[in-house]
């Protein structure tokens, strides 16, 4: 069971990231708790001192005598082993935030799908679950690729649609799969698929069903491939 500690000056973002969590526990059937929810420094460090913290969320603009990478440091020095994930409005404070052995950054206001690939990423890396991640737009989001459903080529844009969001990038099909792993395939001129992810195949109206409900064509230039390596 993973001890949740937040901690945000605004009263309101407290109880909705509370909220957030603990749906994000249930949806997914994570041992995860809240032990402390505070906008109050000294009551967050006291509950360091005397209970086991696993996770702390941390605002960095706390109206506070401390900003949160200064409380980071304080609470480093108490649990080397914590995992800390900040969280503000203020994307300049990014870059110092990873001194800290960041394990996530998120740009306020955080939604609970963005929340959600942070703690799925988090409790994996618990559960030393090994993943592939890859990079994209200049290296700024960072996507676990077996959360990846399928690429469509989109004019000059990629759209990588996952299990819970679709990001967009500037990029080509050549580029992306120098990077994706093996599992990846080209089913479509539009289209490379997560074979992982594949629940049907359609052969008769060269159809590929996922997972997630959705479904892409089969072009004939790759069909022949596509089926050797599902069989």
Not at 196 to 219: E, L
Request: some cysteine.
């Amino acid at each position: 069971m993973l001890n949740f500690v937040i901690c945000d000056d605004n009263l309101n973002i407290l109880d909705k990231f509370s909220k957030m969590l603990e749906s994000i526990f249930i949806k997914n059937g994570y041992e995860g708790k809240i032990g402390l929810t505070t906008n109050n420094v000294d009551e967050l460090l006291d509950y360091v001192d005397n209970n086991p913290t696993d996770v702390l969320v941390l605002d960095i603009n706390l109206k506070s005598n401390k900003t949160g990478l200064e409380i980071a440091s304080l609470v480093r020095e108490r649990n080397k082993n914590v995992y800390i994930i900040f969280t503000t409005a203020h994307l300049e404070y990014a870059m110092m935030a990873y001194r800290f052995k960041t394990f996530d950054y998120l740009a306020k206001p955080v939604t609970s799908d963005r929340l959600e690939e942070t703690i799925i990423r988090l409790f994996e890396d618990v559960n030393g679950i090994p993943k592939k991640y890859i990079k994209i737009d200049n290296n700024k989001t960072i996507i676990d690729s077996s959360e990846i459903i399928f690429i469509k080529r989109d004019g000059m844009k990629l759209i990588i649609h996952t299990k819970n969001r679709d990001y967009q990038t500037y990029s080509s099909f050549n580029k992306i799969q120098e990077i994706l792993p093996s599992n990846f395939v080209r089913a479509h001129k539009s289209y490379i698929v997560n074979i992982a992810n594949v629940i049907n195949v359609d052969t008769m109206s060269d159809i590929i069903y996922f997972s997630d409900g959705t479904s892409c064509s089969i072009g004939p230039k790759f069909k022949d491939y596509l089926l050797e390596v599902l069989k």
